[in-house]
């Protein structure tokens, strides 16, 4: 079973399903913790996998220090493609706003 990662109100728990590798992450995503998003982004690179899921569907919160660490990761991805599920309206809006849910992939998962 993968070791979740808990820094303040953040947890992140990476698992692979074949050559697609998941982060599952729930909390809050701030300033003060949004750098694991792409510390842990970029660790499962590493693993060359055929595509890369961000589950934020347990996140309820999310700044814009979130959303550029998550950027980071999509540009270090290329070409890998990179998907993001979301659920929390105030996190969705925020990829709306910014015009990033193409780029990220942004995928409304209930």
């Known amino acids: 079973m993968p070791e979740p990662t808990n820094v303040s109100d953040l947890t992140i728990t990476v698992a692979s399903s074949g050559v697609v590798v998941s982060i599952v992450v729930a909390g809050e995503i701030d300033i003060t913790n949004a750098a694991q998003l792409s510390g842990v982004g970029r660790s499962a690179l590493e693993s060359n996998p055929g595509g890369l899921v961000f589950d934020l569907t347990a996140v309820t919160f999310m700044n814009s220090s979130g959303l550029g660490h998550l950027v980071r990761v999509l540009h270090a991805a290329q070409p890998v493609p990179v998907q993001v599920w979301a659920t929390h309206p105030s996190v ?6 910014t015009g990033l849910t ?5 995928q409304y998962k209930p």
Do not use: K, M, P
């Open 102 to 106: 193409d780029a990220l992939d942004v």
């Open 92 to 97: 969705l809006r925020l990829f709306e706003i």
